[in-house]
């Protein structure tokens, strides 16, 4: 279901299922990472639930923690993210130790490294999330070991004519760079 209009960056708290009509096949984007062949083709298969709790600690920072699940028994990945822009290593059983980080960002900012994260956002005060008024999220995520990395840019879409929770996505591996566009469905808070 898409997104109601209250439900924006400013609380992505509830439930979130990644809609694989809309969103653009993650095969190729696996197979950069060095996920195996069998790990990718349940990935196909299976219904991947985001379950965000959004929350500002007392030093002002926005925590957004994720816990996906995945029908099928695979077993999800956690996403913690602080967005201070602060570097941060995780271990994650499925694409291995990463460094990360995240932060609140406008979509002109000249730090975005690609047009095709900065394309088909709504960029209405409505969407505003942010502390001043930023309406997007940066996510960045480096694999020192498997020698990939991760830029995402998340916010709300107009898709079909409805709006959606979508993050756009480029991984690169040496001179490889591939983009897909993820789409979530909204399923409230429970």
């Known amino acids: 279901m898409a997104a109601p209009p209250e439900v924006t960056l400013k609380d992505l708290t509830g439930e979130w299922v990644m809609n694989k009509t809309l969103s653009d096949d993650t095969d190729a984007i696996l197979t950069l990472q060095g ?28 925590h957004i923690d994720i816990d ?6 695979i077993k999800g ?20 130790s990463l460094k990360g980080k995240s932060r609140w960002i ?5 730090e975005i490294p690609d047009d095709f994260l900065k394309e088909g956002w709504i960029e209405g005060e409505e969407e505003n999330g942010g502390p001043n008024g930023e309406r997007h999220i940066e996510s960045f995520v480096d694999n020192e070991e498997k020698g990939w990395t991760g830029e995402q840019i ?28 993820l789409v979530y469905n909204w399923q409230g808070k429970k």
């Open 68 to 73: 996906q699940t995945a029908t099928g028994g």
């Open 154 to 181: 998340w916010g709300f879409a107009i898709i079909d004519g409805k709006r959606y929770y979508t993050r756009r996505v480029i991984i690169t591996k040496g001179s490889e760079a591939l983009k897909v566009r």
């Open 77 to 96: 990945t956690t996403e913690l993210r602080e967005l201070d822009w602060t570097e941060r290593s995780h271990v994650d059983h499925i694409f291995g």
């Open 106 to 110: 406008t979509i002109d900012s000249p």
């Open 35 to 62: 996920i195996g062949w069998l790990t990718r083709k349940a990935i196909a298969f299976a219904t991947v639930t985001l379950h965000c709790k959004q929350y500002t600690s007392e030093d002002g920072h926005t």
